[in-house]
């Protein structure tokens, strides 16, 4: 039988099992999603083409809306459809029971729902998304081409930020999308295992709720603490002939979070997702039927 | 060996089960049983580990069921009255789950599916309940844990179904497995059980075996009744009557008699037994 903590032999064969059942549960659904990019594309040219007489592409704002609606569709919903029924005694109790440690189970089903399903949908859609480009010329640039290349040029139209231009770009590289797309998931996969019923809308009310209490509680605090000095560094940096040097020695801590948000963002995220991490174990742990 | 002390169990402040203290020998097949809600499904689950005790502790080999280790799991199976139907074929099933218990042996699953009369080719979520249950009982046995925790096993099947799982039960359990079978149809499962475990709520009436029982209690199958039963029923041909053995003479046991007279003479049936234990 080996450790009660983590066999690896024992880990391949409980992911293999946890995979193919994932198949089977979500492989229509997720199909049907990461296809979008060429089923839309075709049902969009072929509607104008029988109405106009013209072949017209979808443009890459639509495109771009579709992915990530879908893209979100699937994060969401497939924690539930996968591990929801773990709540649910009438549903078996087949993964408590099965004689594989708490630990194999919980990283099996992190990597599932968390990094093979998201990633896995973004690198098919990614992919047959370039591959309708690449035939379809009127298609235009791929949303790889769009998401990896395009630099955010929104940044140059607020003069506010132009110290710290390049910082506020760094954490709009898709690169560091990554974290989040993880804390999304492992946002609706605890809210698999916590609700019994409705449980992609309970979390999504959930997270509503607490993000307006946390915005309620933390908006005055803030206000009255920092505003003073937010706004002073607003006016400093908004002052073409104001240096670096004199902001930043006027307000060090939050020169050094704007220098580094990209920095920031990666900590918080990664504290966020180890405490999701936690959560998750935990609810496993003391899951009974 | 299963050690149960001093078990308490409630959902919310309904307590289900309150002190509950045994011992569960090896190689036995025991019949739970006992009235609707006194907790027999909720002490199958509490020693499968699907729940955690409140108060009072169990122990099976020295572990505790709720730490759910790889090594207890291993060991036990878990059979509930409701089985989810999977859209996977039973065959496949069993294999792909069968793979986490050491002991699994596909032959054997492939055997009592064909004793029981199931199609193992069959998709499960396309299969009637009777055949449904009929695949989780040969996966059960065929797993060949130490420990079988068999919740109303035989609801849902058919008479002849009935007597194939009798079958199967006395033909593919090892000497050396623990079986914990609850069930409200003791009269189907009588010649398969012993020792007999009667719970009733918060309490344990009878934990004895059949031999236990008979030397202590009497069946009588005349048509004579007589004043001093601890209960009597009439039944085709004559009556049955529970008493106190008082001359040591041996009798076949009728397990809805037994039920019926522990529940009317709790708290005698408890004495007579403690009093043997003690």
Redesign the interface.
């Known amino acids: 039988?080996?450790s009660?903590v983590l066999?690896m032999n024992?880990f391949r064969?409980?992911f293999r099992?946890d995979l193919?059942a994932a198949v089977?549960?979500y492989g229509i659904t997720f199909l049907v999603f990461s296809t979008l990019a060429v089923t839309t594309y075709l049902l969009h040219g072929l509607f104008f083409l029988t109405t106009s007489g013209e072949w017209y592409a979808m443009s890459s704002s639509l495109r771009i809306a579709l992915f990530v609606i879908s893209g979100l569709t699937v994060l969401i919903s497939s924690p539930a459809k996968l591990y929801g029924?773990l709540t649910d005694?009438?549903?078996?109790?087949?993964f408590?029971?099965?004689?594989?440690?708490?630990l194999e189970k919980f990283v099996s089903m992190v990597l599932i729902s968390c990094i093979i399903i998201p990633f896995s949908f973004g690198l098919i859609y990614l992919t047959l998304d370039s591959l309708v480009c690449l035939i379809g010329p009127a298609c235009g640039d791929s949303l790889f081409q769009i998401i990896f290349k395009s630099s955010p040029s929104f940044i140059n139209t607020i003069p506010d930020l132009h110290i710290y231009k390049e910082s506020f770009r760094s954490i709009l590289t898709p690169w560091l999308y990554f974290d989040d797309i993880i804390q999304i998931a492992l946002l609706f996969l605890l809210g698999a295992l916590i609700f019994k019923k409705s449980k992609t809308g309970k979390t999504l009310g959930s997270l509503i709720i607490i993000s307006i209490s946390l915005n309620l509680l933390f908006t005055p605090i803030m206000s009255l603490a920092m505003f003073d000095k937010f706004r002073m560094m607003a006016e400093m940096m908004s002052d073409a002939n104001i240096t670096l040097e004199a902001i930043e020695q006027m307000f060090p801590f939050f020169s050094w979070i704007l220098r580094n948000l990209a920095i920031v963002d990666t900590l918080s995220d990664t504290l966020v997702n180890g405490l999701l991490l936690f959560f998750v174990w935990l609810r496993l742990k003391?899951l009974?039927? | 060996m299963i050690k149960i002390r001093d078990l308490r169990f409630s959902y919310g402040n309904n307590v289900v089960l309150k002190d509950i203290s045994m011992e569960l020998q090896e190689g036995r097949i025991y019949g739970l049983l006992g009235e609707n809600g006194v907790g027999k499904t909720t002490l199958l689950?509490l020693l499968?580990?699907?729940?955690?005790p409140g108060a009072g502790s169990i122990e099976i080999d020295g572990q505790k069921p709720f730490d759910?280790?790889?090594?207890?799991?291993?060991q036990?199976?878990?059979l509930?009255d409701?089985?989810?139907a999977?859209?996977?074929k039973a065959i496949d099933f069993a294999m792909?789950?069968g793979?986490?218990?050491?002991n699994f042996d596909p032959d054997k699953f492939k055997e009592i599916a064909g004793v029981l009369e199931t199609d193992t080719s069959m998709r499960m979520d396309q299969m009637s309940y009777g055949q449904l249950r009929k695949t989780y009982i040969s996966f059960a046995l065929a797993c060949n844990t130490r420990y079988l925790f068999m919740d109303e096993p035989t609801n849902g099947l058919d008479i002849p179904s009935k007597s194939q799982f009798r079958k199967a039960m006395s033909k593919y359990t090892s000497d050396e497995s623990t079986l914990l079978i609850s069930t409200h149809q003791a009269r189907e499962l009588e010649a398969i059980i012993d020792p007999i475990i009667i719970l009733d709520r918060k309490d344990v009436l009878l934990n004895a075996t059949l031999s236990e029982i008979t030397k202590k209690i009497y069946f009588d199958y005349s048509t004579a009744t007589s004043p001093e039963a601890l209960y009597s029923e009439l039944i085709p041909g004559g009556c049955i009557q529970v008493l106190v053995n008082k001359s040591g003479e041996e009798s076949k046991v009728n397990l809805e008699a037994l039920f019926n007279a522990v529940h009317r003479h709790k708290e005698l049936i408890k004495k007579m037994f403690n009093d043997e234990i003690a």
């Open positions: 039988m080996g009660n066999n024992r064969r409980y099992s193919r089977s549960n029924h005694r009438r549903e078996g109790s087949a408590l029971m099965v004689p594989v440690s708490r003391k009974k039927h | 689950t499968a580990g699907l729940k955690e759910r280790t790889p090594s207890f799991l291993s036990i199976y878990y509930p409701e089985v989810p999977i859209r996977m792909d789950r793979q986490f218990w050491v």
